[in-house]
């Protein structure tokens, strides 16, 4: 609804801002202002500043007035959080017109009518008519307090069997078919559920605006979703929204009704599902109300790879420097609902903390199905590589997407040429001279300053010939990092040196044979220090493409082949750049 001019300012100027933080972040006087950890994303330093009348985090850039820390904080819509300050300040709301209070009036009749309906299906549930559906539910590892907590239910198998038992309460077939219940057939309605369990379908507010059914036989299809109503948008609602809307947990989309259920009788309050859909970009505006970077986890199978995809595509002409995803993958062939059950809910728990950002991910779902075999295979992949980074509106960001996507297939080339000419199995060798050691004892100090980058160079890191005292240091880290529920420099070194590596590390973090530099430091940004690891690797490289451009050109001098000559000429492009890519436009 349209609101008057002024309503808006009276309502932000009777709403004290420190007080309306305060009740979910701990705030400190700075001068005349306030400041705390922020509630949207993790940090251990404040950054969280609550001037007179806005608030603004300097971490990760969030920011806005009365309203929009309530729609952010707790998931509102708009006209939910005017409702509420309104309500707290003592003001009334504007006054409808006529028109617009009868579409209202109808709209609460029809909150009415779905509570009714709810009642009705869960009551049949507990009957013996609703017995094989609750044995189902059990099957599935539900119980009955979770079954009750979410109001599941059983539509029952008679069409016209819901309208029979409601009409005693004055609800007509005319009111379930606006509801979304029922349809009108050609000679009279009929029920629109019928043989499914029923699972309500709730508004952030935890209004019932719709419900879901899936059968428990062989029709189609499996899961059945209500029609757009007055009260519910299938691609502005998710499953699970009220709960999550309230947690204090991380925000994880699943794919459905059951992993959603699992994963919050597991203790993963947080979890959401899409209806039935692809994430929309209504559903990705309401994720990014209730957190700035939810996970997104869907099934370890092709068809959770391709929703990942579209979920990740669908995202993209919506980031902003504050706002993005993270997503998780799932062993294959599994779901949430199915891990939990048969491995408990810590392995869930890794996989979330595991999380990869979007941009991490992004280069691998987007070569799902490109083969890249021929020049023109790679040449169409590497153009939809910067089509998608370039299709996120932050100019800034689109150039850091796309330096990523195309530092990730240069790496990727680099790799193929060089399993080519080495066995799969065989570790890459810098050797051990002076320049080399230093920059292997560099990239080691690298991880021991910024243990958290394991998530993005771990591969490299493995796979890198070290030193033997180097050796032990990466052994050790890499049994640390499989077990850390966080990699934070501090508790790594503490565990090395528990580990009996104390000396050594303090050897890799003396000044000698020369000064580290600053990006190894734990105090370093870790955009720093990833710059700092690529810019090492890429000296390591040429290292060891000069190291094999001199043993093959002794190979050719020996023996002038072709395929001696043909390696000759790949590793002397190689090594002088030839075909590097151009800076990305801005």
């Known amino acids: 609804m349209a609101l008057p001019p002024g309503f808006l300012e009276e309502l932000r100027a009777r709403t004290p801002m420190a007080g309306l933080v305060g009740r979910r972040v701990r705030l400190s006087r700075s001068g005349r202002d306030w400041v705390g950890c922020c509630p949207f994303h993790t940090e251990k330093t404040p950054s ?34 005017v409702e509420q300050l309104a309500a707290e300040a003592g003001l009334e709301l504007p006054k409808l017109s006529p028109q617009a209070a009868e579409a ?170 899409p209806l039935g859909t692809a994430l929309t970009e209504g559903q990705l505006e309401v994720l990014w109300r209730l957190s700035p970077i939810p996970v997104l986890c869907f099934d370890g199978d092709a068809a959770g790879s391709r929703a990942a995809a579209r979920a990740a595509l669908a995202a993209l002409p919506l980031l902003r420097p504050e706002r993005t995803l993270q997503l998780a993958s799932l062993p294959a062939g599994e779901d949430p609902d199915t891990l939990i059950q048969r491995r408990g809910s810590d392995s869930f728990r890794q ?81 051990f001279d002076q320049a080399a050691a230093e920059r292997l004892r560099i990239l080691t100090a690298i991880i021991l300053g910024h243990p958290c980058l394991l998530r993005h160079v771990d591969h490299v890191f493995e796979t890198i010939e070290l030193p033997p005292k180097l050796s032990a240091i990466r052994q050790a880290i890499l049994e640390w990092a499989t077990t850390a529920e966080i990699l934070e420099s501090r508790d790594l070194l503490a565990h090395l040196s528990s580990a009996g590596l104390a000396a050594e ?44 451009l001199d043993a093959i050109r002794a190979a050719y001098e020996a023996e002038p082949s072709v395929e001696n000559l043909r390696r000759l000429e790949a590793l002397s492009r190689e090594l002088s750049g030839e075909g590097e890519d151009l800076e990305p436009a801005a």
């Not at 000698?512 to 000296?539: N, V």
């Open 351 to 431: 996989i979330i903390s595991g999380a990869r950002p979007l941009c991490a991910a992004l280069f691998g779902l987007l070569q799902e199905g490109m083969p890249q075999d021929t020049p023109e295979q790679r040449a169409a992949f590497r153009a939809k590589l910067i089509q998608a980074a370039q299709s996120i509106p932050d100019r800034a960001l689109a150039w850091e997407y796309q330096k990523e996507l195309l530092d990730s297939f240069k790496a990727q080339r680099r790799n193929a040429a060089l399993s080519e000419r080495r066995p799969a199995s065989q570790r890459v060798s810098y050797g």
């Open 505 to 548: 590390v303090a050897e890799v973090l003396s000044a000698e044979p020369m000064r580290l530099p600053a990006y190894t430091q734990s105090g370093a940004l870790p955009a720093e220090a990833e710059e700092g690891w690529r810019d090492i690797c890429g000296h390591l490289q040429k290292d060891r493409l000069r190291q094999e």
């Open 48 to 81: 969280f500043y609550v001037y007179a009348d806005h608030f603004h985090c300097f971490g990760c850039g969030v920011h806005g007035d009365a309203v929009s820390f309530v729609m952010q904080s707790q998931g509102a819509g708009f006209m939910e959080a």
């Open 104 to 273: 209202e009036r109808k709209r609460f009749d029809l909150y009415a009518v779905l509570e009714a309906a709810a009642a009705s299906y869960q009551r049949r549930l507990f009957l013996p008519e609703g017995n094989p559906a609750l044995g189902y539910l059990r099957k599935r590892g539900l119980t009955e307090d979770t079954i009750r907590e979410f109001g599941l239910g059983w539509s029952g198998p008679g069409r016209g069997a819901l309208a029979a038992e409601l009409s005693g309460q004055g609800i007509t077939a005319e009111r379930l078919i606006e509801a979304g219940l029922m349809r009108q057939g050609e000679e009279r309605p009929y029920d629109l559920f019928f043989n499914r369990i029923m699972f309500p379908i709730r508004d952030a507010r935890g209004r019932i605006i719709s419900f879901g059914g899936r059968t428990l036989e062989d029709a189609q299809p499996k899961y059945l979703n209500g029609p757009e109503t007055p009260l519910f948008s299938k691609r502005r609602s998710l499953y699970g929204l009220d709960r999550a809307r309230t947690a204090r947990a991380d925000i994880v989309v699943v794919e459905g009704y059951m992993d959603v259920l699992a994963l919050h009788q597991a203790g993963f309050g947080g979890a959401v599902a």
